[in-house]
């Protein structure tokens, strides 16, 4: 007889530990135990990226330079952690800071929009030869999906969403990205208005009766990963309401701003609480060579609204506890401000932001000179980046290796190391 | 008999193996009859070896709806799967299989099957597909198609489609105009199992066997062509090829080692080049005013796609035997397909061995492998594990091995299953049903979209995905296909009055054969319950169609 | 303003090139033409002596690179003109974007982009204030306006405000919160309204109480969100002698980031605020309209900002659809100084590969952009 879908939560609720995905047979057994309960705990961690595309200014963002040569028309302010300054555009972050940890001393090597992207977004480790993956798909693959069955690696954007297979590189489709384009669900995820939603968990019951038959005649993992896929499905299906822009609180999308960003952040927020692993909000247009400054009153001022406003939301729910945060491009933007008003391509010394699981709250981690153009102390490239932030998600990236084809590979590049100051 | 193994190694590392395959190998050499009946022999022996039970051989069900995706590329209608149920006669699996190989449909599965490993979905083209179809369907040796397709002649109208392999590959991927190196290693991977992408700048870092001199002896033939637009009576891009002069050089990345080499196949000799006066260095000099390219005399291109078929090469024959085994089989003698060497031998060495030096001698003839597989034991094995048995190792083939439907395959068994076939893909019936008529290239595209990988991510385990679920669950066209609708699995259904006859028509329409009790108790026991009957039955369809067994060829 | 002669110049040729060491983003003479004063990106008020002939010894530098258009052949050669570099103005934080001078006097008026407003003798040797607002506005002021009698100076920013300064002393007369950015004003030829232009390019009059406003004159064409980037393409406004025309300048946005966009100027009737002509130039990548010098000749001289590496000094007359004189021989051009005798004006745009992406060499200094002064003489 058909069974209640419910009856079988725990089946499907795989413990996903240390499990490489969906296609990994499910170590039920061990579910209870003490060990897998600690590391249950370990893996309830979750990543907020924030990708400014084109290339936010450090200037004019995390690392002010006001009334030097190259430090534009804007001053810097006081924040929450004494001492420490950010540009005027950024009163909201400032109020935050004592949560933010700030890298001024970047220093990656490309300044190519097409090939920056994706070096930094995949760690620029050593040529192996193999595309490795961008950091949600190595997060998914690491951590897998959460408790609650949502995707793990999640993408909000603006234009076209879908599935992104490239993501993953060499760890395969399996941990590409979904995206949600203007925060609208992919193609076929609403459910069919000629069915029911009874009608739609009835049959679903039955598919699942079917395979529990065929499943045991055979071996478990092919039919677990199809039940996974059928129940993120429905996961999604189910939880419409965290990508529906309709129901966004009015008061909320005060605070974090009527943009992109807002909404999108505001949707980032709905879908880590309701238990996605790696959201990423993808904003696009930050490639400010010309008219740079007023392009960056407009631009910076919207995020950070929507930044600070999730970072204050995750602090005071407790979520970012759990939560790496982070806030970054694939490059600055150069101190020399072009005939244009712009300022160009820059990976010499820029910045990002942190925040949360793992990262040592209030702290600037290395400084530029007096004009920004050089690094004074502390010189990172995204491999010590990509370290770092695996160290804050309790994986050990020196110790820990991916296999592909059965040979390991480095999570990130052997040659760096984490960032020690940047982490709690 | 091929020499055991592609060329000097380390004699530390794999000493041991070469001793063990040239014992194992040089009795049966030129004597053996390569049949389904050495495939078996081979195989239990093995198994045998390590203490592994064979699995029994399948039920009927699963044997022709294995057979038929393998080899026409959809599953038997209910009324097929009947007939063939129903069939009596202890020939009938041969008899099927016969049938199908000489089935129109056949040629066209090969070729779909080939077009998939490939091009892996970096493109579609009418004429290409035409062109591997007409090449299945003449049962055209290997070793000529991929001489036609690496050294295309684009002159001859009827092989001119046969370019599209080399002309897609190189063409542009991402922000590049052209991608040489992407084409060198794709010929590496399909024609010789061997990925030797790593050394086009060093030697290969864990694989002794590939040197960067592999790499380069191919990237020079390639990068020496020039990718056309279409041009004149060209419709399509096309290749022409430059003086080759000189050896070409290349320094290691990591050990600043300075090499060179001529037109080389992997693995293999290198081919000279001849030192020609200047003026008779074309056969046909490149015209300025047709701007078609001119033909150089001595063409790298040629003599490399002469040496990569010829049988001196073993890697060309044991990786079309791998692939067609993988095709069949479910997983390939040897693993990854295109990571051949010999510090991972293959599961069966002698088999490869001989399966290959059997192709060679038969003139590359896939259709003679084919038929011996699917008539052997292990092709009709099982895949179901009996309870008390522990997982054994896939390599063994103790039992059937579970394998990915493509998305083509998924649609026309779907179609098939949904009896919707004739009316979505041939535009058969739409006018007695006064409904918009589906666009079948439209409907394709869906499909492709929901299970087909991404391009150049082969597609070679089952995989399923969110994108699939989803399509499966919300999409229109599969809510569409399962409503009553004259002729097709749900009408019939309606018309039916027992519930038996119902389960057994839904069962043989999706799996190809009959329910068991408790299969039929469980249609009988939702139909008695049912307010609804369309819909009741609608939704056990689409529970059907979702469900594993029917998403996997197994 | 009269022109000694009555022809009407149609062209202009360039005479000479004077290199400076600062990016300016704009360039004005005192009335009595004698000393050029340019605002400054690196928080200075530059000023120069304008000569007619040659110092005994010229300590100038002239500019490498000559521009590309070439003077005929048979040209006779150019005028002896001279700049000697004064004591610059100083005291100014981030950058000064923008000064007006006194109609009359010898006072130049500048401002900051952190809020510091001031009031010079602009012809003295050393620099000697008359008067400072040091936070006339919280932040960046984009641009000031003298009344034409000389009496009123008006400051806009992009803290909302648009205020109003006696010009003797520094005294605010009027101040108006906006709800938006402000970006550029002007006074009408009486001396009774205020327009001023703002993010969204939305024009508004008020009279120079500034207790309200009074109408809305709509350029919003000018305005794009691209993406979520605000692109505010109205940057100058001008008013023809008889105050019937008002000229709306900038650009029409075509996109954010590089900011991509055709330079636009609608003329507008500006007693019934309709709009008529726009006057359209070139592309996408010719940019903004970045200053309009009114000649008497009954035309403006406009710089159009281009794309890095590029730009243009155009004439155009309003109501007309497009330039009828163009010279692109400058990059990226910011500002034109209109001499007071009519027949000559000057010119800053960007040295040439002001742009690119990280370091320009790996070895040597990191150097900034600075802006060359290029003297042209307006000819029939």
């Given at each position: ?14 413990f ?96 190519d ?9 995949r ?16 997060v ?11 995707p793990?690696?999640?993408?909000i ?33 609403l ?7 009874t ?33 993120t499905?429905?996961e ?18 005060e ?12 949707i ?11 959201v990423k ?21 919207k ?7 999730i970072?204050?939301?995750?602090a ?6 759990n ?14 401000i ?19 699981c ?34 804050a ?32 | 008999m091929f020499?055991?193994l592609p ?5 530390k ?14 009795p ?14 081979q ?11 064979l ?5 009927d ?43 129109p ?6 070729a ?41 002649d ?68 390639f ?29 290691s ?33 490149p015209?300025?005013?047709?701007k ?45 397909l ?58 063994l ?16 068994a ?19 049903i ?51 609708r ?5 009408d ?10 119902i ?5 043989l329409?999706f ?15 939702m ?28 | ?41 690196d ?16 300590p ?16 006779k ?108 004003l ?32 709509d ?9 979520m ?15 019937n025309t ?5 650009c ?13 100027a ?36 406009a ?9 243009q ?19 990226n ?48």
């Open positions: 007889m058909l069974c209640n879908p419910t009856e079988h939560q725990i089946s499907r609720r795989r996903l530990g240390t499990a490489a995905g969906v296609a990994v047979a499910g170590g039920l057994g061990g579910l209870f135990s003490a060990k897998a309960a600690e590391a249950m705990k370990a893996n309830n961690k979750q990543v907020l990226f924030v990708w400014l595309d084109g290339g936010i200014s450090q200037l004019e963002s995390w690392d002010p330079k006001p009334d030097t040569l190259f430090g534009g028309p804007f001053r810097s302010i006081p924040t929450s952690v004494p001492g420490t300054h950010v540009s005027e555009l950024m009163p909201a972050c400032a109020k935050q800071m004592h949560h933010l940890c700030l890298v001024r001393s970047l220093c990656t090597k490309d300044n929009h097409s090939s920056g992207v994706a070096r930094i977004q760690g620029d480790p050593k040529n192996r030869g193999v595309l490795y993956p961008f950091f949600g798909s190595s998914a693959h690491l951590l897998g999906p959460m408790e609650s069955n949502l793990p690696y999640v993408v954007k603006e234009g076209q969403g879908g599935f992104r297979a490239d993501d993953a590189g060499f760890l395969g489709p399996a941990y590409g990205s979904l995206a949600f384009g203007e925060g609208k669900p992919p193609e076929d995820l459910r069919n208005p000629l069915l029911t939603e009608e739609d968990e009835e049959r679903n019951a039955l598919r699942d009766v079917l395979n529990r038959r065929y499943a045991s005649q055979r071996r478990p993992s092919l039919t677990e990963a199809s039940t996974f896929a059928y129940d499905a429905r999604l299906m189910r939880r419409q309401d965290i990508f529906d822009t309709s129901k966004l609180p009015a008061k909320d999308l605070r974090y701003g009527r943009t992109d960003i807002g909404t999108h952040m505001l980032a927020r709905n879908m880590l609480e309701s238990g996605v692993r790696f909000v993808a904003n696009y247009g930050w490639d400010t060579h010309g008219d740079n400054f007023n392009s960056h009153a407009s631009l910076v001022p995020f950070d609204r929507a930044f600070a406003s970072v204050e939301d995750m005071a729910s407790g979520l970012l506890q939560t790496l945060v982070i806030a970054m491009s694939e490059f600055g933007r150069t101190p020399r072009n005939g244009h008003a712009g300022r160009d391509h820059w990976a010499n010394s820029w910045s990002l932001a942190m925040a949360g793992g990262v040592r709250p209030g702290v600037v981690v290395g400084a530029t000179d007096d004009t920004g153009v050089e690094i004074k102390d502390g010189k990172y490239d995204i491999g010590a980046v990509f370290h770092t932030w695996f160290k998600l309790g994986i050990d990236s020196e110790e820990r290796q991916y296999k592909h084809k059965g040979q390991p590979l480095p999570l990130a590049h052997e040659d760096m190391t984490p960032i020690k100051e940047a982490l709690a | 020499p055991a060329r000097s190694v380390t004699p590392a794999t000493g041991i193996l070469i001793g063990a395959l040239v014992s194992i190998c040089a049966y050499a030129g004597a053996v009859q390569v049949d389904a009946a050495f495939l078996d022999k195989i239990a022996a093995k198994a045998d070896a390590v203490g592994v039970k699995s029994g051989r399948c039920e069900g699963e044997f022709q709806r294995r057979l038929w995706l393998d080899l026409v590329g959809t599953i038997p209608s209910a009324e097929e799967a009947r007939r063939f149920l129903a069939d009596a006669s202890p020939q009938k699996r041969a008899a099927l299989a016969e049938r199908l190989l000489a089935d449909r056949f040629p066209a599965r090969m779909e099957a080939l077009h998939l490993q490939l091009m892996e979905r970096g493109g579609e083209d009418e004429q290409w597909l035409v062109y591997l179809t007409n090449s299945m369907k003449a049962n055209k040796p290997w070793d000529v198609l991929v001489r036609e397709m690496v050294a295309p684009f002159k001859d109208e009827s092989k001119r489609a046969a370019g599209y392999f080399m002309t897609r590959r190189l063409d542009k991927v991402g922000s590049q105009t052209t991608d040489y190196p992407g084409l060198t290693r794709d010929v590496g991977r399909m024609f010789m199992g061997l990925d030797l992408q790593c050394c086009q700048c060093h030697n290969h870092l864990t694989v002794n066997d590939y040197k960067q001199i592999d790499f380069n002896g191919l990237f020079t033939v990068q020496n062509l020039k990718l056309n637009e279409p041009a004149g009576e060209y419709k399509i891009k096309w290749l022409s090829e430059g003086l080759m002069e000189a050896k070409f050089e290349f320094t990345v990591l050990s600043g080692v300075k090499g060179s080499t001529g037109p080389r196949v992997p693995l293999g000799q290198e081919i000279d080049i001849p030192s020609l006066p200047e003026a008779e260095r074309w056969l046909v000099a015209d300025k005013k047709t078609l390219g001119g033909v150089p005399k001595f063409s790298a291109l040629q003599n490399l796609a002469e040496k990569l078929t010829s049988k001196e090469n073993p890697q060309f024959a044991r990786n079309i035997v791998n692939r067609l085994w993988w095709q069949f089989m479910g997983r390939g003698l040897v693993e990854p295109d990571l051949s060497h010999s510090g991972n031998p293959a599961s069966h060495p002698e088999l490869l061995e001989q399966l290959a030096s059997t192709m060679v001698e038969r003139q590359f003839d896939l259709r003679w492998m084919v038929r011996e597989m699917v008539l052997s034991e292990a092709y009709q094995r099982s895949g179901k594990k009996s309870a008390a048995k522990q997982d054994v190792a896939d390599e083939f103790a039992l059937a091995l579970e394998r990915r439907i493509s998305a083509e395959q998924f649609l026309r779907f179609l098939t299953a949904a009896g919707e076939f004739e009316r979505v893909l041939e535009k058969k019936g739409w006018d007695e006064k409904e918009t008529p589906l666009d079948p290239k439209k409907v394709q595209t869906s499909f492709r979209n929901a299970f087909a990988n991404a391009p150049k991510e082969p597609e070679l385990k089952v995989d399923p995905s969110l994108r699939g679920a989803l399509f499966l669950r919300n999409n229109s066209t599969i809510l569409w296909a399962l409503q009553p004259p002729g097709n699995l749900l019939r259904l309606l018309s039916m009055e027992k519930s038996e006859a389960a057994a028509e839904l069962y329409s799996f190809s054969r009959l329910p068991d009790k408790d299969e039929a108790e469980e249609v009988g026991s139909l008695s319950a049912s307010k609804d009957r369309p819909k009741t039955l609608s939704k056990i369809a689409w529970a059907m169609a979702a469900s594993m067994e029917f998403y996997t060829n197994h | 303003m009269n022109s000694p002669d009555n022809t009407i110049p149609t062209k202009a040729k360039f005479l000479k090139a004077f290199q400076t060491s600062a990016q300016i983003f704009e360039t004005r003479f005192t009335p009595c033409g004698t000393v050029l004063l340019a605002a400054c990106m928080s200075t008020l530059r000023r120069w002596r304008f000569l007619d002939a040659p110092l005994e010894a010229a100038l530098v002239e500019v490498d690179s000559k521009p590309k258009a070439k003077a005929p052949a048979n040209a050669p150019a005028a002896p003109h001279e700049l000697v570099e004064l004591s610059p103005i100083k005291g100014f934080k981030g950058w000064v974007q923008t000064l007006a001078t006194h109609p009359a006097e010898s006072v130049v008026y500048a401002a900051d982009t952190w809020g510091r407003l001031g009031a010079w003798d602009a012809v003295s040797a050393e620099p000697t204030l008359k008067w400072t607002q040091p936070a006339a506005h919280d932040g960046w002021i984009r641009q000031l306006a003298v009344s034409p009698k000389g009496d009123k100076l008006a400051s806009c920013g992009r803290d909302k405000h648009v205020c109003i300064w006696d010009t003797r002393d520094g005294k605010k007369l009027a101040d108006f919160q906006h709800t938006q950015d402000v970006f550029c002007s006074f009408t030829p009486d001396g009774n309204q205020l327009v001023f232009g703002d993010f969204f390019s939305k024009i508004q009059v008020a009279p120079t109480d500034l207790r309200s406003v009074i109408r809305e004159i350029a919003s064409g000018l305005y794009l969100l691209s993406r980037q605000d692109v505010t393409g109205l940057r100058v406004l001008r008013f023809s002698p008889d105050g008002l000229f709306a300048a900038g029409k946005p075509a996109g954010g980031g590089f900011v991509k966009g055709t330079p636009n609608i003329t507008f009737d500006y007693p019934s605020g309709k709009a008529k002509e726009t006057t359209v130039i070139g592309g996408e990548s010719d940019g903004f309209f970045l200053d309009l010098a009114w000649h008497p000749g009954g035309f403006y001289i710089p159009l900002s281009g794309q890095p590496g590029s730009g000094i155009v004439f155009v007359r309003p109501g007309e659809k497009t330039s009828f004189f163009a010279d692109k021989s400058m990059a051009c910011q500002s034109v100084a209109l001499h007071p005798g009519g027949k000559l004006f000057v010119a800053a745009g960007t040295n040439k590969g002001s742009n690119g992406n990280g370091k320009p060499s790996t070895e040597g200094p990191y150097l900034s952009n600075n802006s060359p002064l290029h003297l042209f003489a307006l000819e029939g």
